[in-house]
């Protein structure tokens, strides 16, 4: 048996480290791969030029029509809910904002801990709720795959070890701590090679629709 | 033409993927928020018709060459290969359940222009010898006789002279150095014949210089719609050849959606050049003709009037405020739909829909959703500027015994021009 200490000090020493590099270089080589293939150059005289309508759509698609907030309400607020609760505890948690300071040099103030403690508890809830829309819904269903949903455990992991951690369930508290730092390390591993990528090519996807659409003078 | 095989198609997929596509796929996390924005979903409820699974052979392409983790499974064997078993699946999917609208395009939460990617997927399928019937044989006619119709120039002649019978206008025919070449689609000379006559009576008044070509009439583009590069390419340079030959600054691009798609935006990238001259929609110049006082109209339509925006007119070409500016110069009871302009639902037509016999039933099924915008605002006629669109309106509405005439903006406005004295 390992003990949790050491336990601790391996997920926070070396894990860590190669977690780091494999997120790194892996997002790096994903950001490659997008920009690596380009595109041909378009000769059609535009009618707006490319980089504000692109811009403008990396911003507002993260709002969605009235019309699609009417015809997949779940999907909206739901989806909504748990990015910003994921956000909220990843961001402004104070052990989190702390790591943060000590990796960058600067950070920012947290949130008081019932307050994270409450939004966390929503997000649990809210995976859970996405999770039952894809096992149910048959548009989500039909498109699922195997990585969907271990994309999903890996998220719902890292909340779900945090949690229980900052809840004292799991003992000792060493062994606790680690497996929230090891299921988040799993996180950034696997970031890069899953649909969690989108965190970054999202902004991507979006400015190139958004310059798709505004050249041809739609705002999109 | 060569033979259409699976490695064909592949490698007309490969030469489709770009960075766009690649930072699509890469974002996708499997919403199916595109699924609602889908007229062909809605209205079946089957999930096979959501949006980016249309696209699965070209996201597997993608996947499997285009990525560093998709390398090292496809040499492990562990990717998911594109068969002619599944093209053939797929074959329904690409084509008679999309009308490459765009309305996915626009919601998609990761901003993936799921439309363009139909488009592309396209010519893989044709590639691979997997497209419909009706729209190889649409095309086939369209590179043989100029018209995916089979229409000859005869028959124009014989409306060009009811127009003048009727008008006492004279229709320009291969007249250079005029400011404008007219395109016309089949499917309005056939139909419609009412908009010849429209743009023969508005010119004259606006004091448009403008022509026919006997070389070149045809603007709608079956390479577009089946998804060839080759056809498509063709067709384009007989509309620049036209212009060029007869010298004009600017192409009339007529009442038909994807006629403007295809000479406006993919035109020039077909030919690999910028064009020497414009390109305009009808509504574009109408309105610009308004605009600066050289149509003068008289009187008002008095019933309620909606409208329904053809998609490559609005949303994928920004074509908005310049129908409604139109109408409102001629109507004093008009209603939009609900969800327009950039938001506005499909007829369920486009996008070569209607050339695809096979599609018919499905065709009517995607109307429903404009039946029910329609039924919201209750007009007692519709007005649009695409002859397709048309076609789709009178036949869904004939078909659901909604009593609701379509008329053609372009002809609506004809009939209020303050007669020349």
Request: proline letters at 5%; charged letters at 20%.
């Amino acid at each position: 048996m390992i003990d949790p200490m050491d336990f601790l000090l391996w997920t926070k020493g070396p894990a860590f480290e190669w977690a780091i590099a494999i997120f790194a270089l892996g997002v790096l080589a994903r950001l490659l791969e997008i920009f690596i293939i380009g595109r041909r150059p378009n000769y059609a005289e535009p009618r707006a030029g490319e980089w504000g309508p692109g811009l403008r759509t990396v911003f507002t698609r993260s709002i969605a029509d009235s019309g699609t907030f009417q015809r997949a309400p779940f999907n909206v607020v739901v989806g909504w809910i748990w990015h910003i609760g994921f956000l909220i505890a990843l961001l402004l948690f104070i052990p989190h904002v702390e790591l943060i300071k000590s990796l960058l040099g600067f950070a920012w103030p947290g949130l008081p801990n019932p307050i994270v403690d409450l939004v966390t508890a929503v997000t649990l809830v809210a995976l859970v709720a996405t999770l039952v829309h894809r096992l149910t819904h048959p548009v989500k269903k039909r498109i699922s795959t195997f990585e969907d949903y271990l994309v999903w455990a890996i998220t719902f992991l890292v909340v779900l070890s945090g949690y229980l951690a900052y809840h004292r369930v799991i003992n000792p508290y060493p062994l606790a701590l680690g497996l929230h730092i090891l299921s988040a390390e799993i996180f950034l591993i696997v970031l890069p090679f899953t649909k969690l990528i989108h965190i970054f090519t999202a902004v991507i996807a979006r400015w190139y629709n958004g310059a798709s659409f505004g050249r041809r003078g739609v705002t999109s | 033409m060569s033979e259409l095989t699976l490695d064909r198609g592949l490698a007309a997929l490969r030469a489709e993927i770009d960075g766009p596509v690649a930072a699509f796929f890469s974002s996708c996390v499997h919403c199916g928020i595109c699924a609602t924005a889908c007229p062909f979903y809605v209205e079946t409820g089957d999930p096979k018709y959501t949006p980016i699974l249309k696209v699965e052979p070209l996201r597997r392409v993608w996947k499997s060459e285009f990525t560093l983790l998709g390398r090292l499974l496809s040499t492990l064997g562990l990717t998911q290969k594109v068969t002619d078993e599944m093209l053939a699946e797929w074959e329904e999917l690409v084509y008679d359940s999309c009308t490459m609208c765009g309305r996915c395009s626009l919601v998609c939460p990761v901003g993936n222009d799921i439309q363009a990617m139909v488009r592309k997927t396209r010519e893989g399928m044709v590639a691979s010898g997997h497209a419909p019937e009706g729209l190889i044989a649409a095309s086939v006619r369209a590179v043989q006789t100029g018209s995916p119709m089979g229409l000859q120039w005869k028959t124009l002649q014989v409306q060009i002279e009811h127009v003048k019978s009727s008008t006492g206008l004279e229709v320009p025919v291969d007249k250079p150095g005029v400011d404008y070449l007219a395109m016309l689609s089949s499917m309005e000379v056939i139909n419609f014949p009412e908009y010849l006559e429209a743009i023969t009576k508005i010119f004259h008044q606006a004091g448009v210089t403008w022509t026919l070509s006997t070389e070149c009439f045809e603007a709608t583009n079956a390479g577009i719609q089946i998804g060839n590069k080759d056809v498509a390419a063709l067709l384009v340079q007989r509309v620049v050849d036209a212009a060029i030959k007869l010298g004009v600054k600017k192409v009339i691009s007529p009442e038909c959606g994807h006629a403007f798609t295809a000479i406006r935006w993919e035109g020039p990238n077909l030919i690999g050049k910028p064009y020497p001259f414009e390109v305009v929609h009808i509504i574009e110049l109408l309105d610009e003709l308004r605009a600066s006082g050289r149509i003068k109209t008289e009187g008002k339509e008095t019933d309620r009037l909606s409208m329904h925006d053809p998609c490559n007119l609005a949303r994928k070409s920004g074509v908005i405020d310049q129908q409604r500016n139109l109408i409102n110069l001629v109507a004093e009871n008009f209603v939009d739909l609900k969800e327009h302009g950039k938001f506005q639902w499909c007829c369920g037509a486009g996008g070569g829909v209607s050339s695809n016999e096979r599609a018919e039933p499905l065709k009517i099924t995607a109307f429903k959703r404009k039946k029910a915008q329609i039924e919201e605002v209750s007009p007692e006629r519709i007005v649009t500027m695409c002859a397709t669109c048309r076609t789709q309106l009178e036949e869904g509405l004939e078909e659901f015994n909604m009593d609701i005439p379509v008329v053609g903006l372009t002809e609506m406005i004809a009939d209020h021009l303050v007669e020349k004295a």
